[in-house]
């Protein structure tokens, strides 16, 4: 039986690189596509936001002189590309993965509706939201919380390359120390680069809880759907 019903799971363009650096390494999205079916499988149901920094991220190009709204619709489209690939990873297993773009891209993606969303969750189907928002000046970070909440999720799984959340970049810091519960309000005090302040602000005011944990040790998908506890809980 598993813990949660409905999630929300959050992948970064740059977990799909694996040790590449750049584009998408194939082996690390056949194991996500294996995580994420063995879940499905077992009847919880799946919505998915990926990240496009593995291709592109707009800030950055914006930074490098791209005008910021055509960098973001770049970052939007690179999104898409990553989907494009999850979405046949999980095919090509059985798992039935229907892509949905925040802008009308048909027929590459289907136009996000709510409603059809929910539909397909509901029938056994994982959805793939893309292009996040749909608009500029959004990360995909507020465009997970957007659809967790709008998708009435029970959680929302951020995947990482570390195990939660600590008080410092346990990369940089090898003093930082991992919490294994956290409140929005605290990494709101401690500054903690967890997500952007939009995407924090709006889970908490929906009361939408989120785990950080990592998604690139295999099975830790299938022991958080099993209630153990695994990463960070960010709640009220």
């Known amino acids: 039986m598993s813990k949660f019903k409905r999630i929300l799971l959050k992948l970064s363009g740059e977990s799909l690189m694996g040790d590449q650096g750049y584009g998408i390494d194939p082996d690390r999205l056949e194991s996500y596509a294996d995580e994420i079916k063995v879940i499905a499988k077992k009847g919880v149901q799946v919505?998915?936001?990926?990240?496009?920094?593995?291709i592109f991220r707009g800030l950055s190009g914006a930074t490098a002189g791209f005008d910021r709204v055509k960098g973001d619709q770049?970052?939007?489209l690179a999104t898409v590309i990553n989907s494009l690939a999850l979405s046949s990873a999980l095919n090509s297993k059985g798992v039935r993965a229907s892509v949905m773009t925040a802008v009308r891209m048909?027929?590459?993606g289907t136009y996000y509706d709510k409603w059809k969303a929910i539909d397909t969750l509901e029938a056994g189907g994982v959805v793939i939201c893309a292009a996040g928002t749909g608009n500029p000046y959004f990360t995909t970070d507020t465009g997970s919380s957007l659809?967790?909440?709008?998708?009435?999720?029970?959680v929302?799984?951020?995947?990482?390359?570390?195990?939660?959340i600590y008080?410092?970049?346990?990369?940089?810091?090898?003093?930082?120390?991992?919490?294994?519960?956290?409140?929005?309000?605290?990494?709101?005090?401690?500054?903690?680069?967890?997500?952007?302040?939009?995407?924090?602000?709006?889970?908490k005011d929906n009361k939408?809880?989120?785990?950080?944990?990592?998604?690139?040790?295999?099975?830790?998908?299938?022991?958080?759907?099993?209630?153990?506890?695994?990463?960070?809980?960010?709640?009220l």
Do not use: Q
């Open 156 to 164: 929302m799984l951020k995947g990482t390359r570390v195990d939660g």
């Open 208 to 235: 939408m809880p989120i785990v950080v944990f990592d998604m690139d040790t295999p099975g830790n998908l299938t022991k958080l759907m099993s209630g153990e506890k695994i990463g960070t809980l960010v709640k």
């Open 106 to 108: 048909e027929p590459i």
């Open 47 to 54: 919505a998915i936001v990926v990240g496009g920094g593995n």
């Open 74 to 76: 770049m970052g939007m």
């Open 167 to 203: 008080t410092a970049d346990p990369e940089k810091d090898p003093t930082a120390t991992r919490f294994d519960e956290i409140t929005y309000d605290e990494i709101y005090k401690r500054n903690l680069k967890v997500m952007d302040l939009t995407a924090t602000a709006m889970c």
């Open 147 to 154: 659809r967790a909440i709008e998708l009435e999720c029970d």
